[in-house]
């Protein structure tokens, strides 16, 4: 929360029932902070402090509630009036999400309570599937046209634009068609008498309605773009996205990969709204299924069960080997997928990615396998056949763990599976096995075992 805003101040005024003063201090602060501090009040006050807050202002606070269920229990304490008054000043992106989230009958009341033209937009982006560029857009947007004057585009600016998401970047269509896109600051810089068409920008970045949300991010990242159209198969404009929304699937995506990752299954609650059974179910399949294929790491060690007692210090280096694998593993995993996903690396692009890592791999081979065989004949006194088996396994071991980690995300891609589920617990959980295989196939051949 805003440092100007003492949060146990507004929660001490609001067990006091000061509704005055706390209206007087909220109606000053950011819709952020507002929605934060209704987090932390009781169900039945959450409606108490909403009621008090400026229409305008309420609506914003609204869409930034991050529990669908705090939403969900507002609308149901709230009147006809206050629900419609609410909705009516919500950008339709905003009112698509909010209903996304929530059930049949509250999505029923909440389509009563808007006019018939909000109500067709909204069933209209309700159909597009939910990770499309449609499910994201907003129909809220200012279009001109390209034989308007700048003059008579200000007024018509001035006349719709209150009510739109944005009026920085203006676009231009004839007969719904996408031509062109004109910026407020190009507008301000051109006599009232020059025509739009002669000061628009032809060459505009579109996407379709079907393209996916994680490549339309990636766009205003590359692009540095604050607003994008959305097109239809026949280049009639239907909608923007603006960086906002971009940016909140930015977020989603990265947490999604995040718990990917760490072998959770993606959750969209926050970490407190997430219930102890709930979170319980989304990393129990993953470490079940890692704990699974672990036991091929028992079955080396129980084949070799003869080799380790003859000759016992083998056992020593089994761990150090291990997490090192798993470690170097992980390093080229995450790098390639991190790649990935901002779309520097595709699968056409596998030759070079191992080309690189095998170089990687070979330097970070060669000084670790210096290190370790030092440390060997130095610091634990093994003897020269032992600190050699130790070094040549941790220089053959980093090299596969490097190429193991930079295809299988590529390849997973490719054949249609999320890249971050071939990351670190995966991938350690292979190069492990395949660590003792080489482990033990160069002590044979060097110890004779």
């Not at 068609?177 to 032809?202: A, D, N, P, Q």
């Not at 890592?357 to 370790?372: D, K, P």
Request: hydrophobic share 45%; glycine share 4%.
């Amino acid at each position: 929360m805003h440092d100007s805003y003492n949060l146990e101040l507004l929660l001490d005024l609001v067990q006091r029932k000061q509704f005055r003063q706390l209206k007087g201090i909220l109606s000053e602060m950011n819709e952020v902070d507002v929605a934060e501090f209704m987090d932390e009040v009781e169900p039945d006050q959450k409606i108490l402090i909403f009621r008090l807050l400026p229409r305008d202002m309420a609506a914003e606070v609204f869409s930034y509630l991050e529990d669908s269920e705090d939403q969900e229990k507002l609308i149901g304490g709230l009147s006809d009036k206050e629900l419609r008054e609410v909705l009516n000043e919500l950008y339709l992106d905003d009112a698509v999400d909010i209903i996304e989230e929530m059930p049949a009958n509250v999505v029923s009341r909440i389509l009563r309570n808007t006019d018939s033209t909000t109500r067709e937009q909204i069933n209209q982006l309700l159909n597009y599937p939910r990770d499309s560029a449609g499910s994201l857009m907003t129909t809220e947007f200012v279009y001109l046209h390209p034989d308007n004057t700048v003059e008579e585009s200000f007024a018509r600016i001035r006349k719709v634009g209150l009510d739109k998401e944005t009026v920085y970047t203006c676009y231009v269509t004839t007969n719904r068609v996408l031509v062109g896109v004109v910026t407020v600051k190009r507008l301000l810089m051109s006599t009232y008498e020059t025509k739009i068409s002669e000061i628009m920008e032809t060459n505009v970045l579109s996407v379709t309605t079907h393209e996916d949300k994680e490549e339309v991010a990636q766009m205003f990242s590359k692009y540095d773009l604050t607003a994008l159209p959305v097109v239809d198969g026949e280049d009639r404009l239907v909608g923007i996205i603006t960086v906002d929304d971009a940016m909140d699937v930015m977020e989603e995506e990265a947490t999604e990969d995040i718990e990917k990752m760490a072998a959770i299954l993606p959750t969209d609650k926050p970490y407190f709204q997430t219930g102890v059974v709930e979170t319980w179910k989304h990393r129990i399949p993953w470490l079940l299924l890692l704990m699974i294929s672990a036991t091929f790491t028992g079955t080396i060690l129980g084949f070799f069960e003869d080799a380790l007692a003859a000759n016992a210090a083998l056992t020593l280096f089994i761990p150090m080997l291990m997490d090192t694998g798993g470690n170097s593993g992980g390093q080229a995993s995450v790098t390639v997928i991190r790649a990935m996903s901002l779309g520097d690396v595709e699968f056409s692009d596998w030759l070079r990615v191992i080309w690189k890592e095998l170089r990687v791999a070979f330097l970070c081979a060669s000084t670790l396998g210096a290190v370790v065989f030092a440390k060997v004949m130095l610091i634990d006194r093994k003897v020269l056949p032992v600190a050699l088996v130790v070094a040549l396994t941790i220089f053959v071991t980093i090299v596969i763990a490097k190429l193991v980690g930079c295809t299988l995300p590529m390849l997973a891609k490719k054949i249609g599976f999320d890249p971050a589920v071939m990351a670190s617990p995966f991938i350690t959980t292979v190069v492990d096995a395949l660590s003792l295989l080489i482990y033990f196939a160069i002590a044979t051949q060097v110890l004779g075992l």
